[in-house]
């Protein structure tokens, strides 16, 4: 039996030899600054497992805009102002935009493939450009019916069931991402295919890709060999499990656009498009790439957006000022005979910041994905080792005073201000919240769609607000963070109910409309 004593000591004595390799093998240039890391282990107790944007804004106002960490050897900085992030990740990124080859969750666990993880190169390229076809600023237009449907029929599930309310918003982003992408349209909210991504998504956040996805073996990678019945094991035989899972994630939704292709009985979509377009399949890998890219795009769309909308349920509950002037804006420029639709988006400048604010106020994805450097780096005369980790620290970026004063108070006034045109740049959320350079989301467009006509559609129609106990009292909503990508908010207590008679009406007769 392995002795796991031994195993750790090999370890630090290896990982501090490489750490201190690293650093003497260039001309004497300090790496960036950070917290002071322990022997061998480096900054491992630094890294907390939950909120790790919170230590990592510390950092920042202790170091400055870029902050140097390691934990095994394995080298992670965090860029903590968008100049910083502009200039490396954006400027410099022909070396900037690979992803970590990560033996556990890449190899093992099998989602090499899934673009957030893909390495950059050729491969990376023509997904990316499969995903522009489907979520291009162009196409975006096209989806304006379905955005409209699917937004109205979460408006009838809410009013129905408004405790419910986290359900309904997982169903309207994964529903919509599966319409678009395979055609398919899910049944309820314990629909199959939302279920499989529910829980994929979650292995793959809270467990597989947690605390930057370093598992031991991907420091030592001969532990992938040792077998799976030792003790210490146990990492390869949740691998077994967990690959099993994600190999099922990307292939039944695909199987079931291609089965029924064949049926002849079948909805349009990316997937379909693409498997008809006789140029597209000439093409090398193709079938491969499209569903990866397809699975990608499903996977990475649903708790993003679950995100974003709670934060938006959430500050109108304790910002009822700013609920009711968007709600002013809305009667007054849409009145109360119809829903909003996008037609109306530039008549309504107060409720654009509504948007805004709540993307700032929430930061969905608050340390963006890591990025993997390419090459050794110089930057403001600090080294930056080959391989090192690059985290966007979009956090600390939309907290930042200077831009944003009072930045933990929910403000939409903020953006009404008049500016000049290169601070209505610098401080327009959407710059930061979707990343940065060569792998910066490519489902934007479909966002500023999507969330806007959301929010705008519960705004004219519903109240938010605390909800209250069986003893009349209000309940202050307790919110935590567990998730250690996406910030979302767990479960809390609220109350959203129709603001008249006729906003009821309005949302039943969608239906018809759309039937
Ligand atoms: C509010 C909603 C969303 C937010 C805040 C968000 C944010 C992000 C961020 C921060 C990244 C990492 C970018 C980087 O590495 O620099 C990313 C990557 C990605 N997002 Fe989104 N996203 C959202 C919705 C979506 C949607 C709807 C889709 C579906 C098309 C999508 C698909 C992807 C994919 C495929 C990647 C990986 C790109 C790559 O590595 O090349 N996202 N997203």
């Known amino acids: 039996m392995l002795d796991a004593a031994i195993w750790t000591a090999c370890a630090c004595f290896v990982v501090a030899l490489f750490v201190l390799l690293r650093k003497s093998k260039v001309s004497g240039a300090p790496l960036p600054p950070g917290p002071k890391p322990i022997p061998f282990l480096g900054n491992v107790l630094d890294l907390t497992p939950k909120e790790l944007w919170l230590p990592a804004s510390q950092w920042a106002k202790q170091y400055g805009s870029i902050v140097y960490v390691h934990v095994l050897g394995y080298g992670i900085v965090f860029l903590n102002t968008a100049e910083a992030a502009v200039e490396l990740l954006d400027k410099r990124g022909s070396i900037y935009s690979d992803k970590p080859s990560l033996i556990m969750c890449g190899e093992m666990c099998g989602c090499k493939n899934m673009v957030a993880f ?48 986290m359900k309904h918003i997982r169903r309207y982003s994964g529903g919509l991402t599966l319409s678009v992408v395979y055609g398919y349209e899910a049944v309820s909210n314990d629909d199959e295919f939302l279920g499989l991504a529910e829980e994929c998504v979650g292995i793959l956040a809270n467990r597989i890709a947690s605390g930057g996805g370093i598992w031991p073996v991907d420091v030592f990678p001969f532990l992938q060999h040792i077998p799976t019945w030792m003790p210490g094991a146990g990492f390869k035989r949740n691998a077994i499990k967990w690959r099993r899972k994600m190999e099922e994630f990307v292939n039944r939704p695909y199987e079931f656009v291609k089965n029924c292709m064949k049926s002849g009985e079948y909805k349009r979509s990316f997937c379909s498009n693409l498997l008809e377009d006789e140029g597209i399949k000439a093409v090398d890998d193709f079938e491969f790439d499209l569903k990866w890219s397809a699975n990608s795009m499903y996977s990475a769309s649903i708790d993003t957006t679950l995100t974003t909308v709670s934060h938006f349920i959430l500050a109108m509950m304790l910002h009822p000022e700013a609920q009711r002037k968007a709600q002013e804006e809305l009667d007054r420029v849409v009145g109360t005979e119809r829903l909003p639709t996008f037609a109306d988006r530039a008549s309504l400048p107060y409720v654009e910041s509504v948007f805004k604010e709540s993307l700032r106020w929430a930061v969905p994805v608050p340390l963006s994905l890591p990025h993997r450097l390419m090459e050794d780096d110089m930057y403001n005369g600090m080294f930056i080792p080959k391989g090192t980790l690059i985290f966007g620290n979009i956090w600390t970026m939309l907290r930042d005073e200077t831009l944003f004063p009072d930045p933990e108070a929910f403000r939409p006034e903020r953006f009404m201000e008049e500016v000049s045109p290169e601070m209505e740049r610098k401080r327009n959320p959407q710059n930061y919240v979707f990343g940065f350079g060569r792998r910066e989301c490519p489902g934007l467009h479909l966002v500023d769609s999507s969330i806007w006509l959301l929010m705008v559609s519960m705004l004219s129609t519903l109240n938010i607000s605390k909800a209250v106990d069986e003893h009349g009292r209000i309940v202050e909503p307790v919110v935590k963070f567990e998730n250690p990508i996406f910030r979302t908010p767990s479960l809390f207590k609220c109350d959203m109910r129709p603001r008249s008679q006729k906003a009821l009406s309005l949302i039943k007769q969608s239906e018809i409309h759309t039937a």
């Open 118 to 165: 893909t390495p950059y190169g050729e491969q990376s390229k023509r997904q990316r450009k499969l995903m522009h076809k489907a979520f291009g600023l162009p196409v975006i237009p096209t989806y304006y019916p379905l955005l409209q449907t699917e937004t109205h029929s979460f408006l009838r599930r809410l009013v129905a069931e408004p405790a419910e309310y």
